[in-house]
């Protein structure tokens, strides 16, 4: 089991930045592969960025590499979306999630969720 806390959400406007974090609790950190999601309102639940135990694969959706970047520090238990160039459209509540059988994007193989943090990126 894990225990995962979002903070870092916030207004911004378009072209700025956003810093996440997740700490999680729960021992040890580093065989849970890592991975951020969001859900626009009214859409589902979409992956972002992934990263595994040693921080030696990630992935990025689409819409988001080359402006996002996701880190871990194991020693912390916290992993880190970094947002930049943040466009109206990356609007959603943002969850961090965890598992321990590999990087996905599928939604469903995610079974530990923190509580999600909003980001709202104005025009």
């Known amino acids: 089991q894990v225990r995962l806390v979002d903070t870092g959400g916030g207004l911004v406007q378009a072209g700025g930045s956003l810093r996440l974090s997740c700490a999680a609790s729960?021992?040890?950190?580093?065989?849970?592969?890592m991975g951020w999601f969001r859900q626009a309102a009214g859409q589902e639940r979409e992956f972002v960025a992934a990263i595994s135990g040693s921080s030696s694969i990630t992935d990025y959706a689409d819409s988001v590499k080359g402006r996002f970047t996701i880190s871990r520090d194991n020693a912390k238990n916290t992993v880190v979306l970094l947002m930049n160039g943040l466009k109206p459209e990356d609007t959603a509540v943002y969850y961090c999630?965890?598992?321990?059988?590999?990087?996905?994007?599928?939604?469903?193989?995610?079974?530990?969720w923190g509580q999600g943090t909003q980001v709202t990126v104005s025009s």
């Open positions: 999630a965890a598992q321990r059988y590999g990087v996905s994007r599928i939604r469903t193989a995610w079974p530990y």
């Open positions: 729960g021992r040890p950190f580093s065989t849970y592969d």
